[in-house]
């Protein structure tokens, strides 16, 4: 459970506080909304673990939010809470990417099984992780730019998953060696060189996005394109 974070969406301030208290006191990391203007952002800068999301929301149906970021392709678990109780509103809320759906009124116990529950069958899931554009499947071991799945040879995937793992964090042409290479004892710096233009080439053809800067004598650092 140690640093799992869930996020909360609900209009409606005492529930919201509710479940921030009931929820941290698990152990869970919690993040607390109103509406979802700000859960995009956290959503690139967080690892979440599970959206529990209310659907009358201002602005955005929940549900609908919900398509959106699946279509995006994030992948982590929803747990619907809402007044919407009707057979046709819960089908239409699994229909728009929810795990699970929870009606208002609900028992707090009941909701703590249920998260429980869904983080431990997803904890055997699709792996998949978001760094700006790109996204990482796990499962597939693919990496996809904006959508469209990049052609990498293992020893470019290899190279990308480690830059993806150490965002922001400068990188010693060694470190790459020693790390992505197993013949690295017999291996030359500049070849890390060669590699990184190769792959480069392939997930920023036009230069613009600049994932991978090179430092001068000391290494390359990844950092994720956002618009």
């Not at 640093?3 to 941290?24: A, N, P, R």
């Not at 993040?31 to 690892?47: M, P, Q, S």
């Not at 939010?65 to 994030?74: L, P």
């Not at 992780?129 to 959508?147: H, N, R, V, W």
Request: with cysteine.
């Amino acid at each position: 459970m140690a640093g799992e974070i869930v996020v909360v969406v609900d209009d409606e301030e005492d529930i919201l506080d509710l479940l921030e208290y009931t929820l941290s006191k698990e152990g869970y990391e919690v993040i607390a909304c109103k509406d979802t203007k700000n859960v995009r952002f956290i959503l690139e800068e967080e690892d979440v673990s599970l959206l529990l999301m209310d659907r009358n929301l201002p602005g955005v149906e929940g549900s609908e939010f919900v398509a959106e970021i699946r279509k995006e392709g994030y992948d982590f678990p929803v747990i619907y809470i809402s007044a919407k109780d009707s057979n046709e509103d819960v089908l239409e809320g699994f229909e728009r990417g929810g795990d699970d759906y929870i009606t208002k009124p609900f028992d707090l116990n009941i909701l703590k099984a249920r998260i429980k529950a869904v983080l431990k069958r997803f904890g055997n899931a699709i792996e998949v992780k978001k760094e700006g554009d790109i996204l990482y499947d796990a499962t597939k071991k693919s990496f996809s730019i904006a959508g469209k799945e990049v052609a990498l040879t293992k020893l470019e995937h290899d190279l990308l998953l480690l830059f993806f793992q150490n965002k922001e964090t400068l990188l010693s042409r060694e470190e790459i060696l020693q790390e992505v290479w197993e013949d690295h004892d017999n291996r030359q710096p500049k070849t890390v060189n060669v590699a990184i233009k190769r792959l480069k080439e392939k997930i920023d053809p036009t230069g613009e996005k600049n994932y991978i800067t090179s430092v001068r004598g000391e290494g390359y650092i990844f950092k994720a394109y956002k618009e």
